[in-house]
């Protein structure tokens, strides 16, 4: 086996700078990677205001929030104040419709809908980014049992608010 040249070792860290230059300038991030206004590093996670008469929605949604956050590495540790952004968020409405009727063998569907509204605080307060009326649905199967069906409406209520924390970091990825 030959050695590489001097020149050629060379001409091959140059290419990867050249590389590396033109990647960073055109804002590529890596997947999973989402950019913060003003540079900041951290999100907190304040507790969702509940405006619907559904009891509990609050911790649910602000979990999802926090977890999708995190999972992307953007969640602030506990007090770390510099370069952190306040998630504020409002439920805004939750509404249970029927998608589908019940069926010989089948007790039909239904559609859980949450709206909400989000606003990203700077240090000094002031809002730096928002999403008003961002809304995410889910469908689950009717069951003849009530503590059943209502085991999975408020697992359907945590898989909208997946949904919808998943469009907030996608925007914000597009965003900045």
């Not at 913060?36 to 609050?58: H, K, M, S």
């Not at 999708?68 to 007090?79: F, K, Q």
């Not at 809002?127 to 069951?143: H, K, P, Q, R, T």
């Not at 085991?151 to 359907?156: D, F, I, L």
Request: with cysteine.
């Amino acid at each position: 086996m030959g050695t590489g040249s001097p020149r050629g070792s060379q001409a091959h860290r140059f290419a990867l700078l050249v590389l590396w230059i033109l990647v960073a300038g055109c804002g590529y991030r890596f997947p999973g990677e989402i950019g913060l206004p003003g540079g900041a590093r951290g999100v907190r996670v304040e507790l969702f205001e509940n405006r619907t008469a559904e009891p509990g929605l609050e911790a649910i949604v602000t979990q999802a929030f926090a977890f999708e956050l995190s999972r992307r590495g953007r969640t602030a540790e506990s007090g770390e104040a510099r370069d952190t952004l306040l998630l504020r968020g409002v439920i805004r409405g939750v509404e249970v419709r029927s998608v589908s009727s019940a069926r010989r063998g089948s007790g039909g569907e239904r559609q859980v809908t949450l709206t909400v509204d989000l606003r990203l605080l700077g240090k000094d307060g002031r809002e730096v980014w928002s999403a008003l009326g961002l809304s995410a649905s889910e469908i689950y199967a009717i069951d003849a049992e009530k503590i059943l069906e209502e085991e999975r409406r408020r697992a359907t209520y945590s898989l909208a608010a997946r949904r919808l924390a998943e469009i907030m970091v996608n925007r914000l990825s597009d965003d900045f």
